[in-house]
């Protein structure tokens, strides 16, 4: 079966935020001050996780992303990629984490069935690591991107949002890691979401500002790596890891768009920068029938936009933060 959206689109990646909780306190992701969290029992419970992505299988649904907030703060998380890996249908599981809690559970979330992770990362240095983050420690993070090759959580992505005055002095350091490592190191331009982020353009680089400056170092040459990611992807001749630029603001990917979020709160939310929702976690709670899930899930696949309206003038922000939403 495949889910097809009002534009052809066909939908089967789905994006899952299993908690809005994080260990860290990004500068640009965690306004200060943030406060409202929400209750234990507000959250969806792995088993009712577990319902959605089977219902969403049966509709077509191939590709699960787990992320947060953290997710690697939650308990028995391998209980959950054990029970999404034993779903008919799903082919790739993934998680997009900090890496600060990675290194210890590399193994036992490999041995559970995930595929693979996402690492964020937003500065090799170690002072300025501990200011963008809040207090991480970049050490942490460096083995935990280790263990992951180690136990083949690959390809290894790791994401940078590079911000003016922050960390655009290290784009050329972030790129020059593929010379010698066979990651895949991806470039997003920093986005206006939320309503208290510290988005302002100034701050913001453009992705081909960014490309230019990762140019200083040598050709890029393009790559085909490209499934259905928003992410366009370079290589240096003879390097041996690939260079992606995610550019949400300046070229939207809204045409190739195959995905569907479901945040913590069980809301499906079919598009990142809409704050059209459908409340999945009541109807479950309610006692829904697999095919009234079904029939919501549908529902927001119909609801999907034919594109957002994200500007370079931030004017069209939502009202959510990314840590809300699951970024
Ligand atoms: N805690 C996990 C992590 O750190 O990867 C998952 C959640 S975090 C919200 C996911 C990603 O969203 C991170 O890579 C972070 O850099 C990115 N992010 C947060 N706010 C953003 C913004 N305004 N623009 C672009 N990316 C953002």
């Not at 640009?28 to 089977?54: N, S």
């Not at 290194?103 to 595929?115: M, V």
């Not at 991480?136 to 949002?161: C, E, F, M, R, Y």
């Not at 010379?179 to 701050?203: A, C, H, T």
Request: proline content about 3%; aromatic content about 6%; hydrophobic content about 35%.
């Amino acid at each position: 079966m495949k889910l097809q959206d009002s534009f052809n689109r066909i939908i089967d990646y789905m994006r899952i935020s299993i908690t809005d909780r994080c260990n860290l306190r990004c500068t640009y992701c965690i306004p200060k001050g943030r406060v409202e969290l929400l209750d234990h029992d507000e959250l969806l419970r792995y088993e009712e996780i577990i319902e959605i992505i089977e219902a969403a299988s049966e509709l077509g649904v191939k590709k699960i992303r787990i992320t947060g907030g953290e997710p690697l703060i939650k308990r028995n998380i391998t209980t959950l990629i054990k029970g999404i890996k034993a779903v008919e249908g799903i082919e790739d599981l993934s998680l997009t984490t900090n890496g600060l809690f990675l290194e210890k559970q590399a193994a036992s979330l490999a041995a559970a069935g995930l595929d693979r992770v996402n690492i964020s990362i937003d500065s090799l240095k170690h002072d300025r690591f501990k200011d963008i983050t809040g207090g991480g420690d970049l050490d942490v993070i460096l083995k935990s991107i280790q263990a992951a090759v180690d136990n083949n959580l690959t390809p290894l992505k790791l994401n940078i949002v590079p911000i003016r005055g922050m960390n655009d002095d290290e784009i050329e350091d972030f790129a020059k890691i593929t010379l010698s490592k066979n990651y895949q190191v991806r470039f997003i331009e920093f986005m206006p979401v939320g309503k208290n982020s510290l988005w302002d353009r100034s701050k913001y680089l453009p992705t081909e500002e960014i490309r230019e400056r990762v140019s200083s170092i040598g050709r890029l040459i393009p790559v085909k790596e490209r499934k259905h990611g928003p992410a366009r992807y370079y290589r240096f001749e003879n390097a041996i890891g690939v260079i992606g630029f995610i550019s949400a603001v300046t070229h939207h990917f809204c045409e190739d768009c195959n995905r569907l979020r479901l945040t913590s709160e069980g809301k499906l939310r079919p598009c990142l920068f809409s704050d059209t929702e459908i409340d999945l976690k009541n109807s479950i709670r309610r006692g829904a029938s697999r095919e009234e899930i079904k029939r919501l899930l549908k529902l927001s696949i119909e609801i999907k936009p034919k594109g957002h309206n994200l500007r370079e003038d931030g004017i069209n922000r939502t009202l959510k933060d990314m840590v809300g939403i699951g970024g």
